[in-house]
């Protein structure tokens, strides 16, 4: 890892959940601390434990609402159709449950949809397409930077979308993962589990010398990111957080800053047993006495798990938690929990003015990730 | 895919393109395969049960009977690409929504290639980062391109590359599994 801090600007940025298009809808959203989740109309749920979800109304179309996200995260970034042109893409989505019903799914690819949308934008090419994971869209962010500090791009647009869909909704409630009482309560006492949210989202990431050079607006600074494996188990993470805490460990490493400059926390927090007892044990890890002090939430527990868009989604919100000068609530909270020992945003909206804020994903395999921004 | 003494000398010419070492290489099927492994908790398919034996015979070139030397497994990353996916996996699932009968809660972690990754990566002690790409093009190039800008990236001192794909057509399973890692090894510090 090199010595010096990597000079990345995150110049347009757009997303979609359950609280509609746009920065904005997201920051009414959040910050009104009423969690997006209803009853899912979008298919037929009845036959399933649990039937909310935070979903958009009506049955929108991924590839169609990516696309609408790049153009708005390229519009902010003020990029030329000549910048579009010179510039890849890193896509992270599902699988499309459309494939898996054509006569012949062999014959698409994973891939298909970040062809589409690269070309619908203008974009250069899909360099990538990140999937199924919830650590896919923050794997495509990191991967992004790492592009850029190797020299092999100055820019680099990522999108990345689920939208609550029937074969996701099966798997989840077969594997028992959904809130029965149709809450996501992460980190709190007597949680019950995840519950499913739309979520699109493209950011523009750019090098800082390429964003000064075009004057193009710098919305935040991605200081640092990491990524670290568990190599503890095919679907639970590792029960003290190891993998979690070499990630941000990583992040703040590459950053060149003490994780003790991190004033805010949005955390994976899924709501499951698993996945928050290990992410407090990771923070505590990770951040020593400080984890007394640094804010946390996990906003799914307003938007909802939005699988491989989390990394994009979160990221917004964290850009958002910066810019505003407020951190968003942990919705749901019943009450603390001994295995969750964190010093949790909760109630109302926290007025704060952190220099440093870390965003945490983690996914199945034990695959984790850490990116850390700082304000503009 | 890289089987055969000409595939493994093109592997090793890619890698090394991308100032990449080849440490170790296996695939599924070898010579005398026939019926794909089985793989306990996974069923259906036979994506991650692929991988994961292309994974081990891979590995066990480099560790014998593992795990991983710690001061290397430590830094390894994991990459699965795949250009279909596990699409019997998908297909299963999509066919009991479609009949209105619940989905087999077994499904719901092997859905995630991740998952079979976290097996391979216990057993092997590989604790670096865990990616998966669907790919769009050559499948080892995108491999061996997403684990050179791992290790450059410096979270990662090695990548062990997993390429799947399931049958379709007259096209049968296949995995290979390639252990890689920077052409000098010790150059980076991470």
């Not at chain 1, 794997?139 to 074969?167: C, S």
């Not at chain 1, 095919?234 to 003790?260: D, F, K, N, W, Y």
């Not at chain 2, 998952?115 to 669907?134: D, E, F, I, S």
């Amino acid at each position: 890892m090199g010595t010096d801090p990597p000079r990345i600007a995150l110049t347009g940025l757009s997303v979609l959940t359950a609280y509609g298009r746009g920065m904005g809808a997201l920051a009414d959203g959040v910050y009104s601390g009423d969690p997006a989740f209803g009853p899912v109309t979008r298919f037929p749920v009845s036959r399933y434990r649990v039937g909310v979800a935070a979903a958009l109304p009506g049955d929108p179309v991924l590839e169609d609402e990516l696309v609408g996200a790049v153009g708005e995260a390229c519009g902010e970034a003020g990029l030329t159709d000549a910048d579009r042109a010179a510039t890849p893409l890193l896509l992270a989505r599902h699988a499309d449950p459309a494939v898996a019903r054509l006569p012949e799914p062999g014959l698409a690819t994973a891939a298909d949809t970040g062809v589409a949308v690269a070309r619908r934008s203008g974009l250069l090419r899909a360099e990538r397409t990140y999937n199924p994971a919830c650590v896919a869209a923050s794997n495509a962010v990191a991967t992004a930077a790492a592009m850029i500090v190797a020299g092999r791009a100055e820019r680099v647009v990522v999108a990345a979308g689920y939208l609550v869909d029937a074969d996701n909704f099966a798997l989840f409630d077969a594997g028992r993962a959904l809130a029965a009482d149709g809450q996501l309560r992460s980190f709190s006492a007597g949680r019950k589990g995840l519950l499913l949210g739309d979520g699109v989202g493209a950011v523009v990431v750019e090098s800082l010398a390429s964003a000064e050079r075009r004057g193009a607006p710098v919305l935040a600074h991605l200081a640092g990111w990491g990524r670290a494996g568990d190599a503890y188990h095919v679907c639970q993470p590792h029960p003290e957080g190891i993998g979690m805490a070499r990630a941000m460990a990583s992040a703040a490493r590459r950053a060149g800053v003490p994780l003790t400059s991190v004033g805010y926390v949005n955390a994976h927090g899924t709501g499951t047993r698993y996945n928050d007892s290990a992410e407090a044990a990771a923070v505590n890890r990770a951040f020593g006495e400080h984890a007394e002090n640094v804010p946390v939430s996990s906003t799914k527990s307003l938007h909802g798990h939005t699988l491989e868009a989390s990394g994009l989604v979160e990221l917004a919100v964290t850009v958002l938690a910066l810019q505003r000068g407020k951190l968003p609530v942990n919705a749901g909270y019943l009450g603390p929990d001994e295995q969750c020992r964190l010093n949790l945003v909760t109630g109302e909206p926290l007025d704060a003015q952190p220099e440093y804020a870390m965003s945490l994903n983690a996914a199945f395999g034990g695959a984790n990730t850490a990116l850390l921004v700082r304000a503009a | 895919m890289a089987d055969g003494a000409g595939g493994l000398a093109a592997v090793g010419g890619l890698a090394a393109g991308r100032g990449l070492t080849v440490l170790a290489e296996a695939a599924w099927p070898g010579a005398g395969d026939s019926a794909p492994p089985s793989l306990a908790g996974f069923v259906v398919s036979s994506f991650s049960p692929i991988a994961a034996e292309a994974a081990d015979r891979c590995l066990a070139q480099r560790y014998g009977s593992g795990p991983a030397d710690p001061a290397e497994g430590t830094g390894t990353a994991v990459v699965v690409v795949s250009t279909r996916g596990d699409l019997a996996t998908a297909v299963a699932v999509a066919d009991s929504v479609e009949a209105g009968r619940p989905a087999s809660p077994l499904l719901f972690f092997q859905s995630v290639p991740n998952a079979v990754v976290g097996y391979v990566a216990r057993k092997w002690g590989l604790a670096g980062p865990v990616v998966c790409v669907g790919a769009s093009g050559d499948p080892m190039a995108e491999g061996l391109d997403e684990a050179q800008l791992l290790i450059e990236d410096g979270d990662a001192t090695a990548a062990l590359i997993l390429l799947v794909e399931p049958a379709a057509g007259a096209v049968p399973d296949s995995a290979t599994a390639l252990l890689v890692t920077a052409r000098f090894e010790g150059d980076h510090d991470d």
